[in-house]
Every structure is written in structure tokens, then in C-alpha cells.
């Protein structure tokens, strides 16, 4: 098994709100059961509007692959994987690519997924994959923060 | 006799640990742990936190032990207990800590990031951040929905451990902040009347919550409560490793 131990982020494109609930909680139990660091255990937070979320963990790759994303959107809509389509863009935040996942199916986006600093060839490393989730933040800051002082 | 400045402190050798201890917080999280999703609390293991996405192990304040990596997109410790809620005093007490941002960058990011924060609810809190103004740092005590006592400090540029302290006593109505072992500016009353327990999701280190928003981006270390206001004395020696 190969880990990767970077940054995700989901949006709500389409997903209604059952759909929504059974994929968060599907990643919410990626990553390790246990580890004695608290940065491998999948831990994550969600945008202000409950619409999207990032997460962290040490996880298994084979787990957040596009074809990864497809079974468990193919389960949740209880429809063949192969019937979802996805379309990938390429951004930069702060120094490295991400790719940002579009993923539909007849004519409908249901869910966006950005790997923080990875663009489909090296994997980044996790402080790499970190400051592009965190370049990203700054610039979404009014989505993802209200001012609590 | 008594030893100035140093109250029983053991300054003259020993444990940094040890030094905090001599002073009887009420809550004391090092946060030294080389693994484990608990933050030990060296008062009260029923006030023991939770840490959550945190990086152990990291280099410490100079007291050869680690501090936790706060990794400014999702980490924070939890260290809310009713043992806690119910040693805290709104009334009269004291923080001290340690921090130290990532880099130079974390003060020019334009982002709010929380030191700790103890509070009842939204209207009652007592808090330090990075505030969302690059290369301040804001201390505040905020009673009733007041902003009572704020005190700003430029710390633009410092990547250095800061050690910091907090103060306040209603009677007297003054609230206190110190860096570096110094008082920052003059005492600041005005204070209004604090309601409410400290709460459940209302009591972190590294956030302002468990979302969590505003997180920290840098080590933290040596988090301690007291229901006394400490002296400058004790403060100075606290701020010595």
C-alpha cells in the first residue's frame, strides 16, 4: 500500500443533502485507524456554507484516485462508476499545479475535488501539498473564515 | 528568604516544567508529547486536551523537550473540561504561554490565527491571536460582548519562541499583557461583567474553534491557566527557559 500524505478538498456541486452526508462520512473514515501522529488521522473542516470541506490525512492512494471518487459517487447514486465523466483543470495557489476535478453525469456537475499540489505526476510532500492548501485558503479566506476577534 | 523574582520558581536549575509548576496553575498543557492524541495536563489529568491534526515532535522552546506543529489549515487542541470550567475564574486569573510562527510569512498572510482561546460563549472570551491586521498581535478580554481590554504588539518579522503572558483582575479592573517578559503598555480597565461558565467548544489552543477557523500556523508550547494574576516577577521568570 502506498500513502500520500497531503490535502483534499471537496465541493457540493449537485449532491442533495443524503448524498452529500454518505460521502463525507465515506471520507471521513480514509486515512489510518490509529497513529501515534495526530497529522496522519483524517481530520478536516468545512467552508461556512456546510458546502465544502477540506481534509488531511496519511491516505492510502489507491483511495483518492478519480477512479476512487467515481465508485464511491457510483455507489452513492447506485449507478455504474463508468456512467460518471470528470473533466480536470490545472491551478496554481502558491508554487505547484492542482488539479481540480469536475465530476458529472448526464449533463450535471455533482462534486469538485482539488488535490492540493498534485497534478497527476509527483506526489507533493505534505508541506508542499499544505501551502497550496493554505495559499488557497487566503485567497477563499471570505468563504472559509468569519472575523472572531 | 525569599528569592526575588523568582518566587518559588526553581530558576537556579531544574525543569522548565518544573518552574511552571512551582507557580500552581490550575491547568498546565506542555504539549511535549512525542505521540498521542492527548495533551497532558501536569495539574489534572481530568483536564488532559485533545489534539487534533497536530505534528508532534517538533523542536521545543529550549528546554530540551518537542511542541506541536500547527499547520494553519486544520490543526487545534481541544482542552475544554468541566474540571477546567470549574477551577477558571473570569474574575482573577492569568495565561502563559509559548509561540512561534512558521515563518516571517505567517505575519504578512493577512490571516486571523488564534493562540488560545478560553471562553463561555461569543460575548465572554479571553483570547491571544495573530490578529487579521499583518504583524500584530492581539490580546483581548471581552466580557459581556464588550471588547474591554486590547492590546496590540507589532510582531512583524519574529520567528523566534515569544513568551507571553495575560492578566486580569475585575476587582481591581485591570487586564495585563506581557511579551518577552515585559509588560505591553499600560494596564487597561474599563472591564465588563463576564457571564457564563467556560464551555464546551469554547476552549482551545491553536484556534478559535473546532471548525476549526482562524487556525494557528507555528508551534505552541507550555500552555498554563491560573486563578491568580501572576507578577511581573513571575512573569519575567517564566519568559526564561
Known sequence: MTTQHIYFGIENLALNDTQRGLLVTALRALGPSSHPQPACLCHWRTRLDGQAAIFEALFNEDHITIDAFKNRLGSIFGV???????????????????????????????????????????????????DECRAYLRANAAEWESQFT | MTLPLTGTGPSAGGSYAGKVLSYSPIAYWPQWEPSSAVAQCLVNSAQN??????????????????????????????????????????????????????????????????????????NNRILLQRTGVNNDLG????????????????????????????????????????????????????????????ANGWCELGSYNSAPNQPWHGYLAHMAVWDRELTLGEVEDLAVV
Not at chain 2, 477551577?87 to 493562540?115: E, K, P, Q
Not at chain 2, 483582575?169 to 505591553?184: L, M
Open chain 2, 139 to 198: 490580546a483581548y478580554y471581552i466580557a459581556g460582548g464588550a471588547i474591554s481590554s486590547t492590546f496590540t504588539v507589532a510582531c512583524g518579522g519574529r520567528t523566534d519562541w515569544l513568551p507571553f503572558a495575560m492578566t486580569w483582575n475585575t476587582v481591581a479592573n485591570r487586564v495585563r499583557f506581557y511579551i518577552d517578559g515585559a509588560q505591553v503598555g499600560a494596564d487597561v480597565g474599563g472591564l465588563g461583567v463576564w457571564v457564563g461558565n467556560l
Open chain 1, 80 to 130: 455504474d462508476p463508468a456512467t460518471i465523466g470528470h473533466n480536470i483543470r490545472l491551478v496554481t495557489f502558491s508554487n505547484r499545479q492542482s488539479a481540480v476535478v469536475t465530476f458529472s453525469r448526464g449533463g450535471t456537475d455533482y462534486l469538485r475535488v482539488v488535490f492540493f499540489g498534485y497534478a497527476g505526476a509527483d506526489w507533493p510532500t505534505w508541506m508542499e501539498s499544505g
Open chain 2, 49 to 122: 486536551g485533545t489534539y487534533v491534526g497536530v505534528t508532534l515532535g517538533q523542536p521545543g522552546i529550549g528546554d530540551g523537550r518537542t511542541s506541536p506543529f500547527y499547520d494553519g489549515v486544520l490543526d487545534y487542541a481541544d482542552v475544554y473540561s468541566v474540571p477546567l470550567r470549574d477551577a477558571f475564574s473570569a474574575v482573577l486569573g492569568s495565561v502563559h504561554g509559548w509561540f512561534r510562527v512558521f515563518n516571517a510569512g505567517v505575519w504578512a498572510d493577512a490571516a486571523a490565527r488564534y493562540v488560545f482561546l478560553l471562553a463561555a460563549d461569543g
